[in-house]
Each structure stands twice: as C-alpha cells, then as structure tokens.
Nanobody
C-alpha cells in the first residue's frame, strides 16, 4: 500500500507560481511511476505530468509544457510540481498519483494510488 498526501495549493494571480508537494509513504520502494493530474467540476481528470522514478524521465501534457516541472526527491519520498506562468485555465483540483507499474500513459487507470487533492485557483 502507498499513501499520498498533497500540499501547496492555493490562490494566485495569473502569471504567478506555485509549487505542489506530494509526500509518499508506505511501500514507496515499489513505486515506478508518479504523476500529477487535475480536474475541474464536470470534467474528466486529465494528466498533467508524470515521472519514472528510477530514470527520472518526464512527460508533460502539451498545455503545461515549458511552464510546469515535475521532480522527485528520493530522500524525502516527495514529488513536486513547480508551476510557473500560471493561467486562469490552470484552475483545478490537482491530484498526485502513483503506480508500481512502469510509466505507460496518462490515463487514470494507469495509476493505482491517489492522494486527496489540493485546490489551485488562478485569477485573472
């Protein structure tokens, strides 16, 4: 079992920055893929960024490329999402996700463990 706890959400004006954190506990040694998703009311959860824990290889959604950065601190079992140049359309609940399988895609079904989410609100 892997537990994930997000933090770092909040309200910011357009153009600003936020850094989300996701602390993992439990059988973290078994995790091969970690990711960030976001969801707005009435919409499907969409993948934002994912990272292969052993290689550090990262993949980003087109909508956040060049603005968001996912990173991993192995010593702290924590994955981060640095979000710069934020836009109102980035407003969403952001979820951390993990899986023991290798990173494959951005589907919700590709991740077996989820955090509770942290709200990000970007005002214009």
């Amino acid at each position: 079992q892997v537990e994930l706890v997000e933090s770092g959400g909040g309200s910011v004006q357009a153009g600003g920055s936020l850094r989300l954190s996701c602390a993992a506990s439990g059988y973290t040694y078994s995790v091969n893929c970690m990711g960030w998703f976001r969801q707005t009311p009435g919409e499907e959860r969409e993948g934002v960024a994912r990272l292969t824990t052993k290689s550090g290889f990262t993949v980003y959604a087109d909508s956040v490329k060049g603005r968001f950065t996912i990173s991993l601190d192995n010593a702290k079992n924590t994955v981060y999402l640095q979000m710069n140049s934020l836009k109102p359309e980035d407003t969403a609940m952001y979820y951390c996700a993990a899986d023991i399988r290798r990173c494959y895609g951005f589907r919700v079904a590709d991740f077996g463990y989820w955090g509770q989410g942290t709200q990000v609100t970007v005002s214009s």
